[in-house]
């Protein structure tokens, strides 16, 4: 399965209907180590399973993504990585964000999950946050006080500032207005359908708002389940992509038929082999309905 669709103003077409709901009570795309994407001829010596997505970033937010999962890295200057790899300059995806929220009414949220190589001190992440600071000084919305993802999308709009930075790094993230707390991230190594079907499901029972679950492969997949067949990596297979392939349906159907009601901000690989965005959409406008507080409580009641 291959997304063709696309989805640049999908906040924006439901103004009306979102301005009076928190991140925390939506069904957010988003995707995972978003950064790592190969488009360079100069990358092709990076190990091909090191690249999760084949969207640049402003590609995956016309997708449809508002959460992107970056991993920051320096090396006299800085990168977005997949562990030891520099995989594309964070002035890149500075860039495409930049692009994004000129040209539209979304909201986005870069969320810094993880920090590389040469993020080994607290100097280090503080002349990372004054760059953010200067390169997003236009666009950045600064937390508020108290209970910052409380803060309705309609209060987000009304600042002119759209664009969240939440920071996973709590203790000095307290000394900097411009950064958000860092969202509950569930993610774990799986290798089969079996066993990320059972980390899904054990996150979407955790009781956190927000969160945020990583809904995806990691490169130590070496087989993936398909009905009774097995299909194996193989040494000539160039990258993870035939892996989302496969996964992609899945983790669509689960999302529209099992955890619907409980998603927050969901995390892919490879966005576009998924139908994530059309199923946060559609479960999106069922949640701004009267029946979605019905059967919510109904759940509750009786799960």
């Not at 999950?113 to 953010?132: A, M, N, P, Q, W």
């Not at 509950?184 to 956190?208: G, M, W, Y």
Request: proline residues 5%; contains cysteine.
């Amino acid at each position: 399965m291959v997304c063709l669709s696309t989805h640049p103003d999908w906040m924006g077409e439901r103004k009306n209907i979102l301005q009076k709901r928190t991140i925390p009570q939506l069904f957010i795309p988003g995707t995972i180590n978003s950064g790592s994407y190969l488009r360079k001829k100069s990358q092709l010596n990076i190990d091909k399973f090191h690249g999760t997505q084949d969207q640049s970033i402003l590609e995956q937010l016309v997708s449809g993504a508002r959460y992107l999962d970056l991993r920051p890295s320096v090396n006299y200057t800085y990168y977005v990585s997949y562990g030891a790899n520099n995989m594309n300059p964070m002035k890149d995806i500075i860039r495409d964000v930049k692009e994004f929220l000129d040209n539209t009414e979304e909201i986005v949220i870069l969320s810094f999950t993880r920090f590389s190589k040469g993020f080994d001190s607290e100097l280090v992440h503080e002349f990372f946050i004054k760059y953010l600071e200067e390169e997003f000084a236009d666009y950045f919305l600064p937390a508020p006080d108290l209970f910052e993802w409380d803060t309705q999308l309609g209060e987000i709009w009304k600042s002119g500032k759209r664009l969240i930075l939440s920071y996973n790094h709590d203790e000095l993230r307290k000394n900097w207005t411009s950064l958000w707390s860092p969202v509950p991230l569930f993610s774990d190594n799986v290798h089969d359908l079996k066993t990320l079907k059972h980390h899904l499901t054990s996150a979407e029972q955790e009781i956190v708002e927000p969160k945020v679950t990583m809904a995806g492969i990691t490169s130590e997949i070496r087989e993936v389940e398909n009905n009774s067949e097995v299909h194996f990596v193989r040494t000539n297979t160039t990258s993870l992509r035939p892996l989302g392939l496969v996964i992609g349906p899945y983790v669509t159907d689960w999302y529209n038929t099992l955890f619907h009601l409980s998603a927050n901000i969901v995390a892919v690989d490879f966005i576009d082999a998924t139908g994530i965005v059309e199923v946060a959409l559609q479960w999106n406008d069922w949640r701004t309905s009267p029946c979605y507080y019905y059967q919510y409580i109904q759940n509750l009641k009786y799960p």
